[in-house]
Each structure stands twice: as structure tokens, then as C-alpha cells.
């Protein structure tokens, strides 16, 4: 089965999209770094009885996917939740919204993720295209080309 949409399952957990305001206030690691393998926070699931997020990190050309680990606490204020809770380091200002992986990635991006990426990312990063860029690029392709193989003028 392909899964096209949020919340998605994988090994029992449920991954959901990270929220726009999780990026705003977070961090990029090693900022002061250029990478071209930087990975960015697009999905996180509440893990060990909602005590814990696993945070997927994706790519935006590529389908790697690093999973990290953040701490669970009850959200507060206006800080949007996953299923009412919210990583403990964003709210200590050290939530870390992008990483240069120092790890060969864990898994492959999902649908859903490739999408979100360009829907969160597309506007603050040069290197994502957003939905718009990609129906732009879709639209001036138009589409495939058949070769058959030799002239289709008559006899």
C-alpha cells in the first residue's frame, strides 16, 4: 500500500506534519556549515507512551530520511501540538529544525513528506522548489515525448 496522505503509519507509529510554527521557532544546526545533504524536519510522531517525537528529517532532492529524537511535553500557550504535545527543546529555544546528518540515513522519504517539504520549506530554503515552482516546471515540460522510432510523413 502507498501512502499519499498524513497521518501515516510506519512500524506502528504515527507520523504527522510538522507544524509551521515548530519551524519558526526552532534552530538549524550547524548553521554556520554549507552542506549540500542538509535534512529538514518534515514529520514527527508521538512515541513511547506520547513521552517522546520521532522527528523525520528529509532531503529536498533526494529520498533520504534521517529519524532523530525529541523529548514530549504537554504543549502550552499557542504552540500548535501533535496530539497535544510538542518537543520539549522547542521550548528551550534549541529545537533543531534542519541538520547536517553525521549518520547514513535511516529510511526513505514518504509522499506525503515530499510534498510537505516544499509546502514548509519551499519559501525559506533556495534549494526546495515550492508546489508552485514544481507545477510551473510540470507545466512547461508538457509532458513525454514518443520516439517512434523514424519519419511519420507519408510513404
Not at 511535553?73 to 500548535?80: A, E, F, H, K, L
Not at 518537543?87 to 541538520?99: A, D, E, K, T, Y
Request: net charge negative; glycine share 8%; proline share 9%.
Amino acid at each position: 500500500m502507498t501512502v499519499r496522505e498524513y497521518p501515516f503509519e510506519i512500524d506502528g507509529d504515527v507520523f504527522h506534519p510538522i507544524p509551521e510554527a515548530w519551524i519558526a521557532e526552532g534552530d538549524d544546526w550547524d548553521e554556520d556549515q554549507e552542506s549540500d545533504h542538509r535534512l529538514y524536519a518534515v514529520s514527527a510522531a508521538p512515541v513511547c507512551g506520547s513521552r517522546s517525537f520521532k522527528i523525520r528529517y528529509c532531503h529536498p532532492r533526494t529520498d533520504n530520511v534521517l529519524i532523530g529524537w525529541s523529548h514530549a511535553v504537554p504543549s502550552r500557550n499557542s504552540v500548535p501540538s501533535i496530539e497535544g504535545k510538542h518537543p520539549r527543546s522547542l521550548l528551550l529555544g534549541q529545537w533543531p529544525r534542519s541538520v547536517i546528518p553525521q549518520r547514513d540515513p535511516d529510511d526513505r522519504q514518504r509522499i506525503p513528506e515530499d510534498k510537505h517539504i516544499r509546502a514548509l520549506w519551499g519559501e525559506r530554503v533556495a534549494d526546495i522548489p515550492t508546489e508552485a515552482d514544481v507545477e510551473r516546471e510540470l507545466m512547461a515540460d508538457g509532458g513525454p515525448t514518443i520516439d517512434f522510432g523514424g519519419d511519420l510523413g507519408g510513404a
